[in-house]
């Protein structure tokens, strides 16, 4: 992957400097270009590209524009499940004023699914961050938001997991419980983003199992999120029929007990429950879906699960 504040940037940069007026990125466009090799240093000289390959424009909100430290700001793209389906390898921010490319980032290409349930295929969440570095970054841009505050955002991600586990709003006990496992003592969903900003969040990071944060008494949350096609046709064992097993390796390593819990999303969701064999296991949970009836078509399930537990003792 490569950047650079193009030849363009640069002089409109410094015109603006000069004249004492903002500049104002309000978009990022993506664009699959032809023959593009993101090993090699960006060409600071290009233009905008062929609209014919341009696949995406992304409205950057000033809730996603943060400063780093006075000379380098960094804006941020987060496009969800529901946008798609296209790939990319080539990604532009875009001044307001004058529609000029500011910044050039290139990037191996990069496919973007959106999530369709006539087809069961399921979506793909992609977060791309572009910093500026130039001096006194902070004060042209009028960026006012510290970026440690939304980088990883963390009310979002907790209350949307709180969603997720529990679609009636008010049963995100589940979630509570977790937390006051682990020494957060949670009576609502404020309780709980509280809880995530007053522990000190001091490490976190995403990977191709899911996303964890680490705060600085110990306490690691880790999210994962998967599809998995099953029939669910073992047993019956005490009445109940299971799939084979399903494993979700976590984002980061657990020291000691680890509290799980999940929700599966897809046909016949409504008589799916899920039963660990192994939800304890450091390094990832095993787990079987468990229905009273057999199902023995394979149907695709969404499964997002979140575990807590300790990063060290």
Same mark, same amino acid.
């Given at each position: 992957?490569?950047? =650079?504040?193009?030849?363009?940037?640069?002089?409109?940069i410094n015109q603006?400097?000069?004249?004492?007026?903002?500049?104002?990125?309000?978009?990022?466009?993506? +664009?699959?270009?032809? *023959?593009?090799?993101?090993?090699?240093?960006?060409?600071?000289?290009?233009?905008? #590209?062929?609209?014919?390959?341009?696949?995406?424009?992304? !409205?950057? /909100?000033?809730?996603?524009?943060?400063?780093?430290? #006075?000379?380098?700001?960094?804006?941020?793209?987060?496009?969800?499940? /529901?946008?798609?389906?296209?790939?990319?390898?080539?990604?532009?921010?875009?001044? +307001?004023?004058? @529609?000029? &490319?500011?910044?050039?980032?290139?990037?191996?290409?990069? #496919?973007?699914?959106?999530?369709?349930?006539?087809?069961?295929? !399921? *979506?793909?969440?992609?977060?791309?961050?572009?910093?500026? %570095?130039?001096?006194?970054?902070?004060?042209?841009? *009028?960026?006012?938001?510290?970026?440690?505050?939304?980088?990883?955002? $963390?009310?979002?991600?907790?209350?949307?997991?709180?969603?997720?586990?529990?679609?009636? @709003?008010?049963?995100?006990?589940?979630?509570?419980?977790?937390?006051?496992?682990h020494g957060h003592?949670?009576?609502?969903?404020?309780?709980?983003?509280? +809880?995530?900003? /007053? *522990?000190?969040?001091?490490?976190?990071?995403?990977? =191709?199992?899911?996303?964890?944060?680490?705060?600085?008494?110990? !306490?690691?949350?880790?999210?994962?999120?998967?599809?998995?096609?099953?029939?669910?046709?073992?047993?019956?064992?005490? @009445?109940?029929?299971?799939?084979?097993?399903?494993? &979700?390796? $976590? #984002?980061?390593?657990?020291? @000691?007990?680890?509290?799980?819990?999940?929700?599966?999303?897809?046909?016949?969701?409504?008589?799916?429950?899920?039963?660990?064999?192994?939800?304890?296991?450091?390094?990832? =949970?095993?787990?079987?879906?468990?229905?009273?009836?057999?199902?023995? !078509?394979?149907?695709?399930?969404?499964?997002?699960?979140?575990?807590?537990? %300790?990063?060290?003792?």
């Amino acid at each position: 992957m490569s950047s =650079a504040i193009t030849a363009l940037g640069q002089t409109r940069i410094n015109q603006l400097r000069g004249e004492e007026k903002p500049l104002v990125i309000d978009r990022m466009v993506l +664009a699959l270009v032809p *023959g593009l090799d993101p090993s090699q240093p960006v060409d600071r000289n290009q233009q905008m #590209p062929d609209p014919a390959h341009v696949v995406h424009t992304h !409205t950057i /909100d000033d809730a996603h524009k943060g400063y780093v430290n #006075p000379d380098q700001v960094v804006y941020s793209m987060i496009l969800g499940s /529901d946008v798609g389906d296209f790939s990319f390898n080539w990604i532009g921010t875009v001044e +307001a004023v004058t @529609g000029k &490319m500011i910044t050039v980032t290139t990037t191996p290409e990069t #496919p973007k699914r959106k999530t369709d349930l006539g087809t069961n295929t !399921t *979506g793909n969440n992609i977060t791309r961050n572009v910093m500026m %570095r130039f001096q006194d970054a902070q004060a042209l841009t *009028g960026v006012s938001v510290s970026a440690e505050t939304w980088q990883f955002d $963390y009310t979002t991600w907790m209350v949307a997991r709180i969603e997720e586990h529990d679609g009636d @709003g008010g049963a995100h006990q589940d979630i509570r419980d977790l937390l006051a496992t682990h020494g957060h003592n949670i009576s609502s969903v404020e309780g709980v983003v509280g +809880a995530i900003a /007053d *522990g000190a969040v001091i490490e976190s990071g995403s990977n =191709a199992n899911g996303k964890y944060m680490r705060l600085k008494d110990g !306490t690691q949350i880790c999210t994962m999120s998967g599809a998995f096609q099953r029939a669910i046709t073992s047993g019956p064992y005490n @009445g109940f029929y299971t799939s084979p097993k399903i494993e &979700m390796p $976590y #984002p980061a390593n657990f020291v @000691g007990d680890v509290s799980f819990s999940a929700q599966a999303r897809g046909d016949f969701v409504s008589a799916i429950t899920i039963a660990g064999e192994d939800i304890t296991s450091s390094y990832s =949970a095993k787990f079987f879906l468990v229905s009273a009836n057999a199902i023995n !078509t394979s149907h695709y399930y969404v499964i997002r699960a979140m575990a807590i537990g %300790r990063w060290k003792e």
